[in-house]
């Protein structure tokens, strides 16, 4: 499974970004059971989990400090998993990156799949 990352960029504190993460490699129906996940890691910081959407049924997690801002989703029959951020504060600067899971994915050493990162800059 392979992903990738796209959407990072600068913007001012309270506007909005949206990434995008494509997954490839498999058939879409191979990928029933994985859950795909956003993480984040900001300078001098250890990377944290951010949001996940299980691939069939769509159950979605949140960060507690994301909830309510950002907004994680798939549409069905499409490879693309998106982050949708509003009301973007300067300590959502990080580097964000997509994963994937194919079971037990309790943490993010469970994810065994990872895409290259992008960078989210919020200015104040």
């Known amino acids: 499974v392979q992903l990738q990352a796209f959407g990072g960029g600068l913007v001012q504190a309270g506007g909005s970004l949206s990434l995008s993460c494509v997954v490839s490699?498999?058939?879409?129906?191979?990928?029933?059971?994985?859950?795909v996940g956003w993480f984040r890691q900001a300078p001098g910081k250890e990377r944290g989990f951010v949001a996940s959407?299980?691939?069939?049924?769509?159950?979605?997690n949140y960060f507690d400090s994301v909830k309510g801002r950002f907004t994680i989703s798939r549409t069905f029959g499409s490879a693309t998993v998106s982050l949708q951020m509003n009301s973007l504060k300067p300590e959502d600067t990080a580097v964000y990156y997509c994963?994937?899971?194919?079971?037990?994915?309790?943490?993010?050493?469970?994810?065994?799949?990872w895409g290259q990162g992008t960078q989210v800059t919020v200015s104040s």
């Open positions: 994963a994937a899971c194919a079971s037990r994915c309790n943490d993010d050493a469970s994810y065994g799949y």
């Open positions: 490699g498999r058939p879409l129906s191979a990928l029933s059971r994985y859950v």
């Open positions: 959407i299980g691939w069939t049924d769509f159950r979605k």
